[in-house]
């Protein structure tokens, strides 16, 4: 019997591709079939466990045939463009197509799944629509591979085979409560993730029986932020246990403090405490951002900034917001003598920005080759000079 031998965080993990020789004899042919997991399940370069492992599936994945193995125990499969071979006892033909679609029933999502701006991977992403989502389709792809759905204000296309109904009266997934400054171990090999979700990269993978002590749970309950290796780093709470058997007494860790500083330029945030490390975004010059964390010597600065945690240089941070200098505003008051044309600049060949009637009153800045540069309400232009007195 195969599921998955060791549960690996997020979906796909590849591995090395030994390669192995197999022959199918007369293999049923099931191409076109559409098959669901029913358990998280490894898929294979050959038909049997002795065969190299090369990633997951997730419990509630779709998937498209291709061929059965001699025996029946085996299903070829095609899964990000890999030709893959997982147990066939641990899938469920689906008895309707994604063109079955029921629109404005619910649905929930398999997996973190792209919203695109169209019904094809060809499309822009507009966000990551997490695990575990109810969504209701507002409109099936004419293929019935895509739905269009609204989350968070944004609407947009997912793949359909990331989606299964739900009962309208199932009781919500909660996620596993886990408190800050308790010890808990991993209950799984699980990833770690540089953010909290799965879209990050991944900091490391934990041994199953790891110790974790939470320095913050975010708000959804289903991330925390620990420190392993003098590096913070995140963990999905739904492999975490309580660790009511430790042998090794440890000081748990302190739970994270931020401060508010402010960036004195436009900063890039890294995943490292080095220039070298890679650019995970940037910062413009004057946000506020919270640091949790210093390096040794206080050199770099670990900062949250838009869901993101990474690396700023230090010297770059203040705890003072910069106010924008104040220029004196230096004028003197004039009225014009008739109607006006002010223009966007001191010549006729400018254009019109706005006729000032007679005898209004306005700033004028600077005169200079018969023209003045002035400002009328909220107008600011030039107009000829010999015009006002």
């Given at each position: 019997m195969e599921s998955i031998d060791k549960v690996i965080l997020g979906g796909v993990v590849v591995a090395s591709t030994i390669g192995m020789n197999y022959n199918i004899a007369s293999a049923d042919i099931v191409s076109q079939e559409i098959y669901t997991t029913t358990n998280r399940l490894n898929m294979r370069k050959g038909p049997s466990t002795d065969y190299t492992l090369v990633g997951t599936l997730d419990k509630g994945v779709k998937v498209k045939a291709i061929e059965k193995s001699s025996d029946g125990k085996w299903l070829k499969i095609n899964y990000n463009s890999q030709n893959v071979w997982v147990n066939f006892a641990y899938l469920q033909k689906d008895k309707s197509s994604n063109n079955d679609i029921k629109l404005d029933s619910q649905y929930e999502t398999t997996a973190n799944v792209n919203?695109?701006?169209?019904?094809?991977?060809?499309?822009?992403?507009?966000?990551?629509?997490?695990?575990?989502?109810?969504?209701?389709?507002?409109?099936?792809?004419?293929?019935?591979?895509?739905?269009?759905?609204?989350?968070?204000?944004?609407?947009?296309?997912?793949?359909?085979?990331?989606?299964?109904?739900?009962?309208?009266?199932?009781?919500?997934?909660?996620?596993?409560?886990?408190?800050?400054?308790?010890?808990?171990?991993?209950?799984?090999?699980?990833?770690?993730?540089?953010?909290?979700?799965?879209?990050?990269d991944v900091a490391t993978v934990l041994p199953k029986g790891t110790q974790v002590v939470p320095v913050e749970i975010l708000k959804s309950g289903y991330w925390a932020m620990f420190k392993y290796n003098n590096q913070y780093m995140y963990v999905c709470?739904?492999?975490?246990?309580?660790?009511?058997?430790?042998?090794?007494?440890?000081?748990?860790?302190?739970?994270?403090?931020?401060?508010?500083?402010?960036?004195?330029?436009?900063?890039?945030?890294?995943?490292?405490?080095?220039?070298t490390s890679s650019k995970i975004g940037k910062i413009p010059n004057g946000t506020k951002v919270s640091v949790v964390d210093f390096n040794s010597n206080k050199t770099w600065a670990k900062v949250m900034y838009n869901n993101k945690t990474g690396w700023v240089s230090a010297q770059y941070l203040s705890t003072k917001s910069q106010e924008p200098e104040q220029k004196e505003d230096t004028y003197w008051t004039g009225t014009t003598t008739q109607n006006l044309n002010m223009r966007k600049g001191p010549s006729t060949d400018y254009s019109i920005i706005i006729t000032i009637p007679k005898n209004s009153d306005v700033k004028i800045y600077e005169t200079k080759s018969g023209w003045a540069k002035i400002k009328y309400k909220s107008y600011e232009g030039y107009c000829s000079a010999s015009f006002i007195k």
């Open positions: 919203m695109r701006k169209g019904p094809s991977t060809n499309y822009t992403k507009i966000i990551i629509v997490p695990a575990q989502t109810k969504i209701t389709p507002i409109k099936s792809s004419s293929d019935g591979k895509w739905v269009q759905i609204n989350y968070k204000n944004e609407t947009g296309w997912i793949s359909a085979q990331y989606i299964k109904t739900v009962s309208t009266t199932q009781t919500p997934t909660q996620p596993n409560k886990v408190e800050v400054g308790k010890k808990y171990k991993t209950t799984e090999y699980v990833r770690t993730r540089k953010g909290p979700g799965t879209s990050y709470t739904d492999y975490l246990e309580a660790d009511n058997q430790s042998t090794t007494p440890t000081e748990p860790e302190k739970p994270i403090t931020r401060k508010d500083y402010y960036t004195t330029a436009n900063l890039n945030i890294r995943d490292g405490a080095s220039t």
